[in-house]
Every structure is written in structure tokens, then in C-alpha cells.
């Protein structure tokens, strides 16, 4: 009998910078507290990529490296990388491209994927069709995010939520229905004004004005946010363990975007399944946006059993939304 052919994971690794920003300092900066910031997003601490011309890039090429290294890889088998971002070194090259010369993989096909936070999960979903299809054998996907680059450190609404780091997973095929199994995507673009960086684009390009208005950092409506993700991440996360025949009992974990403990919660509540079964990290990384997920099953990996249902599933700007059923392989 023909299995089909899924793309499993057999590695991952993580990175993140040394620095530590904590609530206490951040109390500093602008009128907030460790309380008030624990209590609203289970958030005590993230980290930094500090210095001058250090960009996403310098993150993603050790999360790559250490996964070479990890899984044995020579870099010239990596066919194709890809690298979900929001805060690309420059508007052009992609990020994907200097990872992939930092990392050493030669004339490998890179690219850049954007959808937010759910950029991981978009990146995954469509790694994996070139595993399924036959195309290429080994793809790395890297989800990463400089955010300090674009949060603003006099909004004390947004400053105390994200930070920096980066997270890739190998991914190779396998017959033995480990991995990928199954992925539902979403997208509704008119929840722009929710959650965007205004300027930096074509449509507002940098301009002395752009500049002075504070225009080019994130920007989010805290509560109409919340709303939404609350209902999408958990209505995702719902459906693929219904489309996969998958109750609390089978999930070993849910693997969810890290914006914020209240969602997290909410999601989990809405599976059926129990915090002991939630991966949870943003207490010490804060929101690192694309590398939420991967830095997850980086910091869990020694807990996570080959066979294990993971049920991924993550919101963010766009808005985009949705989640995946991955069957560890490892």
C-alpha cells in the first residue's frame, strides 16, 4: 500500500539574543509596572538584539546553523529555506536570502514569507507542499523576528509585549504519516487598521512627517485584537481537531502563538485540553512574532514523544490566523 508522503520534522532549533529586558526595567522607560504587565499577558521578561546594523538575519543564521549542526546536515542538501518575517533586514533583499549565505547553503533557493504573526504556521503549510509534491527533500523553514526594531518604546500598550528571536525546523519527507498532517489557513484583510505598521511601505514611505508622527512602529488596538484572536485562534484549533477526528485526550500538546496568556488560555479551554498539555514560554521571550511557535518546540523538545499529536495554532496582524496538526517524528 502507497503512504502518502508527509513532510515531518526531524529538527528544530532556537536563538535567542543574550540580552534580557525585564518588566522591572521596562518600568523605567515608560509608565507601567511588573504587575500590571504579568497580570494582563503573563509576560515577566524578553530579550533583545542590542548594537548597531544587527538585524533579523543575524538571529535566523544561528537558528540555522545550530540546526545543521543538530540534525547532522551537510548545508549543500538544504534545498530550499524560507523565512516567515515582519522585520526583514531590508525591503529587499529578502531576510531568507542572507540566512541562507550566512548559514552556507551556497545558491539554494531562499524566500521571505510575511503573514505576522501566523507567519510560521503560513511558512510551514507551504514548506510542506514542496516535500508532498516530490520537489524538494529537505526544507528548512525559519520563523524570526527583530520587533524591537518596530516597537515603540514611549507606547507602553505594545513596548511591553514583544521581543527578539528566531526558530527554524528541518523538514524531510517521511512515509510513516509523521509531521505535517493537516493545515487550515485564514486571512481577512480588513482588520488592517487593528494592527499595522502605517509607514516604511509604497503607500507611506519614509518621510521627514512619517518619521516625527512616530509612524513607522507597530500599532495595535489592544482590545479589538484580543477580541478577535480569542475566537479565530481558538475556532482554528477547534477545527483541525475535528477534521483529524482529535479530542483533549489525543493531543499531547497544543503549540500556540505566544501574544498573550489570556488567549492562550481561552484557546486551550475551547480544546478541551488542560495547561499541562500547553507549551507556554512567553513568560520569558515575550511575543517574538514569527518565532513564537518554533522557539516553543525548541524549548519543549526533550518533553515532546515520536508519535506525539502536536495541534500548533496562532493569530496576527493582517489579520491571518490558523493552525496545524503535526505528528512528531523525532
Known sequence: MHMKITAAITGVHGYVPDYVLTNEELSTMVDTSDEWITSRTGIKERRILKGEGRGTSEMGIQAVKGLLEKTNTRPEDIDLLLCATVTPDFVFPATANLIAAGAGLGHTPSFDLGAACSGFLYALTVGSQFIESGKYRRVIVVGADKMSSIVDYQDRTTCVLFG??????????????FGICDSRLYSDGTGVQHLYQKAGGSKYPPSLETIQNREHFARQEGQAVFKFAVVRMAEAAAEIMERNNLTGDDVAWLVPHQANKRIIDATASRMGIGPEKVMLNIHKYGNTTAAT??????????????????????????????????????
Open 293 to 330: 511557535i518554533p522557539l516553543c518546540l525548541w524549548d519543549y523538545e526533550s518533553r515532546i514523544k515520536k508519535g506525539d499529536n502536536l495541534v500548533l495554532a496562532a493569530f496576527g496582524g493582517g489579520f491571518t490566523w490558523g493552525a496545524a496538526y503535526v505528528k512528531w517524528g523525532i
Open 164 to 177: 527578539d528571536g528566531a526558530g527554524a525546523v528541518l523538514l524531510e519527507p517521511s512515509a510513516d504519516g
